[in-house]
């Protein structure tokens, strides 16, 4: 498991469907080492903080096995790093394989999985082709958003490994697919919600199935 790609970049205003847009989503890889802080990566930005970015959201990581399918899915050559807005692309794991609470060492910071990105129509914005937000909501291929819980430096090339497993028993993908799909899984909809440190926009989306 390793990093093959850092990505960053500033939000600028585009022209969507006749209207200025603030965005973020475009971010392009960069050379050599980069510093992981508690709210984010050194020299990137997002346009909108109540949805991207802070403590909760501070990286995005996209696995490459994603950004292959949605190549050949697209029959696109330009699905390129960064393309999803990812911060880091890796490879060798899946949204299935990050227990809500691990923690992974990145290089030299120490992320933790805690929530997926759920798209929005900006995702459709970077491809210039609106469905791809809905083909990416169908597929569940989400990517997941980190929690850092040791700065440092990471770089294209650093190994990716768990240093502790987490005492929940919920991925990143279970996540997404009660999120997504319309049969909920009810005993892991209640394992999320007793997660003390379980976002609260997801905490308030989940909980309405209980009632």
């Keep these: 498991m390793r990093i093959l790609s850092v990505n960053v970049g500033k939000p600028k205003t585009v022209v969507w469907k006749g209207e200025q847009v603030s965005t973020g989503i475009f971010k392009y890889p960069i050379d050599g080492r980069v510093q992981i802080r508690a709210l984010g990566v050194e020299g990137d930005g997002q346009a909108e903080a109540k949805f991207h970015g802070g403590i909760d959201k501070a990286v995005y990581a996209y696995?490459?096995?994603?950004?292959?399918?949605?190549?050949?899915?697209?029959?696109?050559?330009?699905?390129?790093?960064?393309?999803?807005?990812?911060?880091?692309?890796?490879?060798?794991?899946?949204?299935a394989d990050l227990y809500i609470g691990d923690h992974w060492q990145f290089g030299e910071a120490v992320l933790m999985p805690l929530q997926p990105r759920i798209p929005c129509f900006k995702l459709?914005?970077?491809?210039?082709?609106?469905?791809?937000?809905?083909?990416?909501?169908?597929?569940?291929?989400f990517g997941t958003y980190f929690k850092v819980i040791k700065e440092g430096e990471v770089k294209a090339g650093d190994a990716i490994q768990r240093i502790k497993k987490s005492e929940y028993d919920l991925t990143i993908q279970d996540?997404?697919?009660n999120y997504v799909l319309k049969e909920k899984d009810m005993g892991k909809i209640r394992g999320l919600l007793d997660i003390p440190f379980f976002p609260a926009d997801l905490k308030a989306h989940f909980s309405r199935f209980l009632k």
């Design 63 to 95: 696995p490459d096995e994603n950004r292959l399918y949605w190549r050949d899915f697209l029959n696109r050559d330009d699905v390129d790093f960064g393309m999803f807005g990812e911060n880091l692309t890796t490879t060798g794991w899946l949204d």
């Design 124 to 141: 459709g914005l970077r491809f210039g082709d609106a469905s791809v937000t809905e083909h990416f909501i169908k597929a569940r291929k």
């Design 175 to 177: 996540i997404v697919d």
